[in-house]
């Protein structure tokens, strides 16, 4: 019984094990915080988070009615959020005493919302970019309409000229 309690308690904490993240910072949307310490544990909105470890790149967050996935992609950490107010994509955000990353709009990223609120009657304010992809063939957007079932595509050139705006959902 005694070997049985203890290959338990070791396979849980295996599971659970502090993971050798690095320092991040990370603001997703909905006003959610993610912090990490060097090796240490993660927390959400400043609470300690429930972290697994499922590989050397893949670590799941839990905490504060929010589960986070942290991706290691050589060496650049990748972060989504999912919560009862829904998903998407968090990014990466300056420490205290840390110079804040650029984080301008481009010219087609700022067209394509412009595009997408005029189509969906949603002001611009309320909508979230999640992804931007820069390509010779030009600027694909991917933005969150709430309330819509599936995201938005926006295709546009560099300069905001914009090709084409459609939902991605049926």
Known sequence: MKKVLITVFALTMAGTASAALPQLNYECPGKIQMHSDEGGPVYINGKEAKLKKFNDNFYEAKGAGVTLSISNT???????????????????????????????????????????ASKTGTAVSKLNVLEVLDSEAGVGVTIEVPGSQAPWSCLSDKQGHVQGAASTGS
């Open 74 to 116: 050589g060496g650049q950490y990748d972060v989504s959020y999912t919560s009862k107010q829904g998903s998407g994509v968090c990014q990466p955000t300056a420490a205290a005493g840390q110079a804040a990353p650029a984080n301008k709009a481009s010219a087609a990223e700022t067209a394509c919302l412009k595009a997408v």
